[in-house]
């Protein structure tokens, strides 16, 4: 072997062990991800849990206009089954799109809901609504938490797609950019 063959090979050793690398990194920043989604999804849930109980709550209250009772709970289910076609592949952006629109319609439908309430104050005493929203309260401030966490790792993910040389690696294996919530 002469000296431009061992160069060659060494070139291409190098050049194999960086791609494995680059691989492997982009592998562990999608793994994260999923890690990431987890507590999300653990908050989702405990709010759903929540929502539901306030809305059974709220019933009664709302027996003159149970059309917001029902956008309530079509506007958890929406956002129930978001989160199940995240859950199913938390880096896919189409999913994470899907669940952050839901958020946005559980969300509205929410404060069309709390502007109802002050109109019906006088029934609302012997209710343990208030109760329910203190903790609604808390169960999203918590998912804010969870949800930024997530982002954060979303956007390491997709930073490190984007950076040239490592572009190449995730164009010929299939890396796709993560959504963010």
């Known amino acids: 072997m002469n000296g431009t063959q061992i160069a060659t090979l060494v070139g291409c050793a190098v050049l194999m062990f960086w791609a494995v690398g680059a691989y492997n990194r982009l592998m562990a920043l ?19 849990a929540l929502l539901l109980q306030w809305a059974e709550g709220l019933r009664e209250l709302l027996d003159q206009a149970p059309a917001l009772h029902d956008a309530l709970l079509a506007a958890c289910g929406q956002l129930q089954s978001s989160c199940d076609s995240l859950r199913a592949k938390p880096s896919a952006r189409s999913a994470a799109t899907s669940l952050r629109l839901a ?46 966490q997530f982002n954060v790792a979303a956007q390491t993910y997709n930073d490190a797609i984007r950076q040239i040389p490592t572009r190449l690696v995730a164009s010929v294996f299939g890396f796709q950019a993560a959504g963010t919530l």
């Open 103 to 148: 958020e946005e319609t559980l969300s509205s439908t929410r404060a069309r809901l709390q502007a109802e309430l002050p109109a019906r104050q006088e029934r609302l005493s012997g209710l343990e609504i208030e109760v329910n929203s203190d903790q609604l309260a808390a169960a999203d401030n918590t998912l804010a938490f969870a949800r930024a």
């Open 30 to 48: 999608r793994d994260g991800i999923s890690k990431a989604f987890t507590p999300v999804d653990a908050q989702l849930q405990h709010r759903h």
